[in-house]
Each structure stands twice: as structure tokens, then as C-alpha cells.
Nanobody
Framework: QVQLVVSGGGLSQAGGSLRLSCAASGTFFSINSMGWYRQAPGNQRELVAAITSGGSTNYADSVKGRFTISRDSAKNTVYLQMNSLKPEDTAVYYC??????????????WGQGTQVTVSS
């Protein structure tokens, strides 16, 4: 069984910084990619940033230059450093992992959401 445990988030003023962490645990063959998504009230869940096992990254245009995704492969952990936060970054943030199981099929796993609130 795979579990994703999310930590971080909270409240920040505009212009501030927050850091999110997501650790994958359990038994699996490999992690293909990990990413962060967010969902604001009334909106669909959207991709914020993702990183592949090879280290390639992609970002939503709205966060480019402000957010940085990184990973610690040894710890099966992905981070999201969020700088220059804006009120429009307020949302519930979710971690997702694309994992190859020990039975060699791929599946997506989601962590619990964490609230990020940015005040103006």
C-alpha cells in the first residue's frame, strides 16, 4: 500500500513564503513523477508543478518564477517552495505521485490536501 503524507502549508501574508512537503511510503517499484495540484473554492483542481524521476520540471504559468519544486529521491519526498505568495495562491494543495507498483503497473496516488491561505 502506498501512502503520501503532506506537511506544510498554513497562513502567509502576500509576498511571504511557505514550503510544502510530500513523502511517499509503502512498497512500490518506482516513482515516475510527483507533483502538486491545487483547488480553490469553485475552481477545478489544477496542476501547480511536477517533477519527473529524471528531474524534469514543469510549472503552471501562474507560478513560474515564484514556486520551485524539488525532490529528495532517497527520501521519496517532493517539496514545493512557494515564494512571493499572492492572495490568488490561496487553495487546498494536493500532492500526487505516479507510481509503478511492485506488480509493475502504474497508478496515481494522492495525498491529503493542505490549506494554503495568503492574505493581502
Amino acid at each position: 500500500q502506498v501512502q503520501l503524507v503532506v506537511s506544510g502549508g498554513g497562513l502567509s501574508q502576500a509576498g511571504g513564503s511557505l514550503r510544502l512537503s510530500c513523502a511517499a511510503s509503502g512498497t512500490f517499484f518506482s516513482i515516475n513523477s510527483m507533483g502538486w495540484y491545487r483547488q480553490a473554492p469553485g475552481n477545478q483542481r489544477e496542476l501547480v508543478a511536477a517533477i519527473t524521476s529524471g528531474g524534469s520540471t514543469n510549472y503552471a504559468d501562474s507560478v513560474k518564477g515564484r514556486f520551485t519544486i524539488s525532490r529528495d529521491s532517497a527520501k521519496n519526498t517532493v517539496y514545493l517552495q512557494m515564494n512571493s505568495l499572492k492572495p490568488e495562491d490561496t487553495a487546498v494543495y494536493y500532492c500526487k505521485a505516479d507510481i509503478t507498483t511492485i506488480l509493475k503497473y502504474r497508478s496515481n496516488y494522492w495525498g491529503q490536501g493542505t490549506q494554503v491561505t495568503v492574505s493581502s
